[in-house]
């Protein structure tokens, strides 16, 4: 016969004594009070947690980010745009800048006349450089606000109306540069050209914010040829200005300028700069993309 174990009716009686109606030591009534302190304690806790995130909340803008100070000045970018920020084709081989062209078609896709007719979400603003659209504060029970239009035959013959290839089966490339969106940020002209090069002087009017692209070598100015520039004005008008973040403003098309190659020699590597020009746009060595842009291009014909 197996042989029983003294301490397993003691073990027993301490999980559950009938006699005293006690279980794990203590009786109904001290493992009630036990658990509501625990609630009280950690419902005390989650009140205070709840709390707090409540009150951050009510401090932050629905319409504006609190901190846009990393991200002021805005960046300027271009389509078509590779990972290694070089543009290289043979102008007799669509294979070679199919992929470039494709880019740019789906980037102006929303510059459609067709996405632009809704009356009360855009409106025209002209196609000279004007003064910026103010449509009220970010706080206001305005509600969404009319953007400007922007036609892609402002472009001119990088609209691709004309042109599918957007110059590259011409050997005259032409890339499609924006300033990215921040949310109330102004941009401001340049208030005088002496700390703009020689060749970008002639550029700055009332306005607008001034772009211009030069080789990053000077040695390879003769190599780039001439640079025309398509949109309204030489740059970035301030009527599209501000921009009033995807609540407001989810239909907002900034302004685009096309940028063509007309006579870049051809089968030789010529790194470009291009920059945008203004007293509260600034240059940055650790953000390539802060006021300007670097890109490698090669046009190739054999």
Not at 97 to 105: D, E, L
Request: net charge neutral; proline share 7%.
């Amino acid at each position: 016969m197996p042989v029983q174990n003294k301490d397993d009716g003691g073990w027993k009686k301490f999980v559950w004594n009938s006699d005293t109606r006690e279980f794990l030591g203590r009786t109904g009534g001290s493992w009630a009070k036990i658990l509501l302190f625990y609630l009280v304690f950690y419902g005390f806790l989650a009140g205070i947690f709840i709390g707090t995130i409540q009150a951050l909340l009510l401090t932050l803008s629905n319409y504006k980010p609190t901190w846009q100070d990393r991200v002021t000045p805005p960046g300027l970018t271009h389509s078509p745009r590779s990972d290694k920020l070089e543009i290289m084709f043979n102008m007799n081989d669509m294979s070679t800048y199919g992929k470039s062209v494709a880019a740019i078609k789906n980037f102006l896709k929303p510059y459609d006349d067709e996405t632009q007719r809704d009356q009360l979400k855009y409106e025209d603003c002209g196609d000279q450089p004007d003064v910026y659209k103010n449509r009220g504060d970010l706080e206001t029970e305005i509600g969404i606000r009319k953007a400007c239009r922007f036609p892609k035959s402002f472009l001119g013959p990088c609209s691709g109306a004309d042109d599918q290839n957007f110059g590259f089966s011409d050997g005259k490339p032409c890339l499609i540069v924006k300033l990215n969106r921040i949310v109330n940020y102004l941009p401001k002209p340049p208030q005088s050209n002496e700390t703009m090069p020689e060749e970008a002087k002639s550029k700055v009017q009332p306005n607008l914010i001034p772009i211009h692209c030069t080789s990053k070598k000077k040695e390879d100015e003769d190599l780039l040829g001439q640079v025309a520039y398509y949109g309204i004005g030489p740059g970035f008008p301030l009527q599209y200005y501000p921009y009033y973040g995807k609540l407001l403003h989810s239909h907002y098309l900034q302004p685009l300028v096309a940028i063509q190659f007309l006579n870049i020699t051809m089968n030789q590597d010529i790194r470009i700069e291009c920059k945008v020009y203004g007293e509260n746009i600034f240059y940055s060595d650790k953000d390539r993309f802060q006021g300007r842009f670097e890109v490698k291009l090669k046009v190739n014909n054999f």
